[in-house]
């Protein structure tokens, strides 16, 4: 299914893991879904709702964390109410357990997490899926388990649909532990095979793999995704990973090759995130200018004048 080029979901990363806060208020985010709105972005994914001693609200299941000073769930299922716009809520990741190959703690935890979690947001007509945070890119620390225990207690909680983004285990990210592309289309035939439809959607990233090879990845994965039935979004990482920090926005060039790339084949654009990377009110100055490029952007057809009636909104609101 060819797609225009245009992102229509993003990751919100509030665990604050990799990326630096940005210490956005409600007021903050009322902008920024605004603007989602106004864009035709109209899915968000939680990318972790808890990473280890760290949650997005004060989980009693978690045991001891750091400091929570507000429901940062509630506030997105709120204003993901106000505006139209679907969200997926994300697991828990211990950082451990798995990593130690005793998955079947992970799970346990994550069935507990889960319970809590809908018991506080299940209520919101935004809450539209769930997402595994469980990040992998190859037939390793048990993954399948995984992915079948918790994605099936997520379906059995709600029958809602599932979605991982692992990645290719290319040299970008892995260096001698890469994985040729054939090898990766066999570990994830392994995966896809094994995990008895307890994820319907897998938008695998894209910044691990050169440039050059992804069109050959993205193709592949679409193939294994029709032989078994899952859903095939793409994670189009709009930071830069070629950088000797972490992690810069994209140059545009780059961005635009893999945008196009993707929409040859995926039925969904999603980024790794938004907020930070392309919004026109991140803290990276050069996000703002990303913005501009994506909006002025001829083949996503957006037309002239709602690029300019969108960039002059954007004027407006800036503090």
Known sequence: MKILPRISGTFLDEITHDIPSQNWTERHWRREFELYKRIGIDTLIIIRAGYRNKCIYP???????????EDIGEMFFSLADEFGLKLYFGTYDSGFYWWRRTWWKEVEINKAFIDEAFERYGHHKSFAGWYLTHETGKNDAHIIELFNHIGGYCKSKADLP????PYPQGSKQSGENALALEES?????????????SFDICAFQDGQVHYEELPKFINGIADL???YGVTIWSNLETFDRDMPIKFPPADWRYLRMKLETAAQ???KIITSEF???VSPFSC???????FERYMTYEHAQWGEEFAKETLEWVKSQRD
């Open 59 to 69: 989980s009693k299941v978690l045991g001891e964390l750091l400091p929570i000073y």
């Open 185 to 197: 289309f066999d570990h994830w035939e392994r995966i896809y095979a094994e995990t008895h439809q």
């Open 162 to 165: 599932v979605l991982i983004s």
């Open 225 to 227: 995704g029709k032989k």
């Open 284 to 290: 990276y100055l050069s996000a703002h200018n990303l």
């Open 275 to 277: 907020p930070h990377f």
């Open 265 to 267: 084949v995926a039925e």
